[in-house]
T-cell receptor, first 113, second 113 residues
Framework: NAGVMQNPRHLVRRRGQEARLRCSPVKGHSHVYWYRQLPEEGLKFMVYLQKENIIDESGMPKERFSAEFPKEGPSILRIQQVVRGDSAAYFC???????????FGQGTRLTVV | QQQVKQSPQSLIVQKGGIPIINCAYENTAFDYFPWYQQFPGKGPALLIAIRPDVSEKKEGRFTISFNKSAKQFSLHIMDSQPGDSATYFCAASTQGGSEKLVFGKGTKLTVNP
């Protein structure tokens, strides 16, 4: 009974590189949310995806950030040309329409050096 | 614009004490109010959630009190234990919880032995 799996758990990137974060939802869940958590802060919504569709990206920065949830495979959050301010923990949550409880992964901690 | 305000930022109690964490919201469209517990290096885990048609919900040692007219809700932890030491986040959502969660900034709870 695997929960939400995120990888990598820790990611270090130099300024200007690309960061690619992966999220495999709970088996059978077709809804995925991405949240960002800065130190000493709550989680902030970034994007809501269903299979092959972006439903709400109102929390995503307009540039450098993109997300996808293909028909097959994990959801990907992609950050191009990372800057120091992108350093944060990125959490993915999944749920199914049968149960509104959102299950969170362990997060990916991105450090930009 | 912070839609969910949480207090206090940190809280220290003795074992057996009853820590109380408070949250206030602004958006009257919110209709789902969960509390999450997060340990260092882990993702948030759902503790307990309430909908506005009830004023109180209890699960084990955790109780949510909800005041719809004041737009406030709180978490009480009965007979607190050192293992309860964690960061607690309140959150709110619309559409019965199927929409994105708006989180408070968190309360770091320490329960001393």
């Amino acid at each position: 009974n695997a929960g939400v799996m995120q990888n990598p758990r820790h990611l270090v990137r130099r300024r200007g590189q690309e960061a690619r974060l992966r999220c495999s939802p709970v088996k059978g869940h077709s809804h995925v949310y991405w949240y960002r958590q800065l130190p000493e802060e709550g989680l902030k919504f970034m994007v809501y995806l269903q299979k092959e569709n972006i439903i709400d990206e109102s929390g995503m920065p307009k540039e450098r950030f993109s997300a996808e949830f293909p028909k097959e495979g994990p959801s990907i959050l992609r950050i191009q040309q990372v800057v120091r301010g992108d350093s944060a923990a990125y959490f993915c949550a999944s749920y199914s329409t049968l149960n509104t409880e959102a299950f969170f992964g362990q997060g990916t901690r991105l450090t930009v050096v | 614009q912070q839609q969910v305000k949480q207090s206090p930022q940190s809280l220290i109690v003795q074992k057996g004490g009853i820590p109380i964490i408070n949250c206030a919201y602004e958006n009257t469209a919110f209709d789902y109010f969960p509390w999450y517990q997060q340990f260092p290096g882990k993702g948030p885990a759902l503790l307990i959630a309430i909908r506005p048609d009830v004023s109180e919900k209890k699960e084990g040692r955790f109780t949510i009190s909800f005041n719809k007219s004041a737009k406030q809700f709180s978490l009480h932890i009965m007979d607190s234990q050192p293992g309860d030491s964690a960061t607690y986040f309140c959150a709110a959502s619309t559409q019965g919880g199927s929409e994105k969660l708006v989180f408070g900034k968190g309360t770091k709870l320490t329960v001393n032995p």
